[in-house]
């Protein structure tokens, strides 16, 4: 009987070792799945963040590229009336000048016809004195 029993055991304990390896193998592809199930899952929500990511990277592309033309759009129209108010500035400067130009011109001219009266008064006494004085002498 000894024989036997070491049969039924040896049967038994295979049968232990084949209903252990199948529950090994039946966790195995368990764990598998839901690696696999994990991973897909990390996958679309990577897929979903990077599309996220795209998404509002091109929107604030957009909307930092607007604000830049917009920018640039006040810069020239500042730099169009900073360059009309020069011009007006300029024009009004250079209109003064010509102004206080004429001014001193004018000026001057009054100030040479009256040197030119003043000498001329001045010959004219000069001349009236020497015909008086060679009046007294001749007489």
Known sequence: MDGVKQ?????QSEAMENKHQFEVKKIKRNMR???????????????????????????????????LINLRKKNNNMLSEEAKRFDQIMNETKSIHKDKLAEIQISQDKEVEGKQLEHRDYLENAKLKFESEKAKIEA
């Open 7 to 11: 049969q039924i055991r040896a049967r």
């Open 33 to 67: 799945a839901e690696i696999n199930k994990l991973n897909e899952s990390t996958k679309s929500t990577m897929a979903k963040i990077q599309k996220d990511y795209n998404k509002d990277v091109s929107h604030e592309k957009s909307q930092l590229e607007t604000k």
